[in-house]
């Protein structure tokens, strides 16, 4: 597997393990930054790199940056412009996760929006050994954040400690993953991705109201989904809709899609990954690699030479 070797830091390329800043800048000290994960495709017959909805990315970027009201951001062209440097210069043979992240990289007070820095980084990452087989789930009994406490629809690296909490239980307790409740005891998400679960042919996920991410890879499957002619619906979800649901899937950048087989110890369905998700993978697969016409505003093209 390739290693990353370059990094961009506030514009200037450097090797990888040579990107510093303070520890006790806020973006460390409190988390103070916002990020977004992106995959660059790599097409199997032609070899060229492409960037999966890369302006979606960048656009709920400049959300999290408004929200979070750092000071002086990063354009978004020049965000742009890294990203494809950046996996350039890294030089991958295979697909690459970028990590774009805005970051206060000062030291102040709660309440100091800057100066803010940024980075661009190309990684090498596996698909999950689950892929295939399907995750082993749980119901947390951590709860899920909420819009008035630490805003989920934003991709803050902050947000990200309840799911940590919620997998390290999962995990010691012998699941592969957690599926987090909102404080109204409705199912939101899991730790790191979207659920769609399938009942009686019917693709549901829970809906905006629900504490998510708005996730740029839901909104692909929904996409997709109505392409192939699957009713959708996007409505508060029980727990125990888990439990009787045909099919469970999570997405997201990182996880892609794959399937959950097992939930509280409870079969979905027969156990295995159900027809309509083995769909929604192929169709998703087909996409994001160009192996279709079909959405090319969703591939930027990325400049090898």
């Known amino acids: 597997m390739w290693q990353a070797r370059t990094i961009i830091h506030n514009g200037i390329a450097m090797p990888f393990h040579e990107a510093r800043i303070h520890p006790l800048a806020l973006g460390v000290a409190f ?67 970028l990590r774009v992240q805005v970051q206060v990289e000062a030291m102040g007070t709660m309440a100091t929006t800057g100066p803010v820095g940024w980075i661009a980084a190309a990684l090498p990452r596996e698909r999950s050994a689950k892929f295939a087989t399907g995750l082993s789930a749980c119901v947390s009994s951590w709860t899920r954040i909420a819009d008035n406490a630490m805003p989920p629809r934003i ?37 790191a991705a979207c659920l769609f679960l399938v009942r009686d042919g019917v693709l549901v996920t829970p809906d905006r109201t629900s504490d998510i991410l708005e996730s740029v890879t839901r909104a692909t499957v929904l996409t997709l989904a109505a392409e192939l002619g699957i009713p959708c619906e996007e409505r508060e979800v029980d727990r125990t809709e888990l439990y009787v649901a045909d099919e469970v899937f999570l997405c997201g950048t990182g996880q892609e899609l794959v399937a959950v ?22 169709a998703y697969e087909a996409v994001v690699r160009g192996l279709t016409e079909a959405h090319p505003e969703w591939r930027t093209p990325v400049p090898m030479g």
């Open 155 to 191: 991709k803050a690296s902050a947000n990200y400690h309840a799911g940590r909490l919620a997998t390290l239980q999962a995990k010691a307790d012998g699941y592969d993953s957690a599926i987090l409740l909102t404080q109204r005891g409705k199912v939101s998400e899991a730790a």
């Open 31 to 97: 988390g103070v930054a916002v990020f977004e994960g992106i995959r660059a495709y790599r097409h199997p017959a032609t070899g060229a790199f492409s960037v999966f909805r890369l302006e979606e990315h960048l656009a709920r970027l400049a959300q999290g940056m408004k929200v979070m009201r750092l000071a002086d951001p990063p354009a978004t062209d020049v965000l742009r412009a890294a990203v494809l440097e950046v996996i350039r210069l890294n030089a991958p043979d295979d697909d690459a996760y």
């Open 261 to 282: 087989t097992q939930v509280d110890r409870l079969p979905v369905g027969d156990g295995a990954p159900g027809p309509l998700t083995r769909r929604l993978q192929a």
